[in-house]
T-cell receptor
């Protein structure tokens, strides 16, 4: 069964460093998403991406964040200068059409020291 | 405050019992609801969904009930098994015209199934 994959599974970085989280959505899906989940809290929407552009973003997704689909398979989330409060699980999700079901990847656990 | 919340943060049941997990939502315009299961160290996994034109939907061992009058959603799991132990989230979506179709998640209920 096709699934969303994410790498790395864990990332430890120093405050102020740049990180890139990678996702490979399900191959025929057209809509892509990033979410984060701070330990013990709700899953929070960050950004949605369709047709090579951001379609929607939350207040969390500030200028330190960016997304890219550099090729036909990868979807990345970049945090330019990480802060301690960026420590969280980051989930990628994809959806085949605009009114379908989102399928989530296993997540990347980011720890900023 | 939370737009989507759960009444019980932890639910402990015996194997074989039926489980009921509740959720309250606040946006009366939400018209699509999803239950997700999240096992430790994994991403949310779709369980079942329901649209606002329905009040009940059944899947394999799971049933979702929607009461729009009181903005309440529940997930019923029949014959709960140890493998059902996980955190369960409800999510509300505004999918109609002008809606973003972005789910708003609740905090989750931890279901613990004792063998």
């Amino acid at each position: 069964e096709p699934e969303v994959t994410q790498t790395p599974s864990h990332q430890v970085t120093q405050m102020g460093q740049e990180v890139i989280l990678r996702c490979v959505p399900i191959s025929n899906h057209l809509y892509f998403y990033w979410y984060r989940q701070i330990l013990g809290q709700k899953v929070e929407f960050l950004v949605s991406f369709y047709n090579n552009e951001i379609s929607e973003k939350s207040e969390i997704f500030d200028d330190q964040f960016s997304v890219e689909r550099p090729d036909g398979s990868n979807f990345t989330l970049k945090i330019r200068s990480t802060k301690l409060e960026d420590s969280a699980m980051y989930f990628c999700a994809s959806m085949v059409e605009g009114r379908g079901t989102q399928y989530f990847g296993p997540g990347t656990r980011l720890l900023v020291l | 405050g939370e737009s989507v919340g759960l009444h019980l943060p932890t639910l402990s049941v015996q194997e074989g019992d039926n489980s009921i997990i509740n959720c309250a939502y606040s946006n009366s315009a939400s018209d699509y609801f999803i239950w997700y299961k999240q096992e430790s160290g994994k991403g949310p996994q779709f369980i079942i969904d329901i649209r606002s034109n329905m009040d009940k939907r059944q899947g394999q061992r799971v049933t979702v009930l929607l009461n729009k009058t009181v903005k309440h959603l529940s997930l019923q799991i029949a014959a709960t098994q140890p493998g059902d132990s996980a955190v369960y989230f409800c999510a509300e979506i505004l999918s109609s015209s002008g809606g973003s179709y972005i789910p708003t998640f609740g905090r989750g209920t931890s279901l613990i199934v004792h063998p």
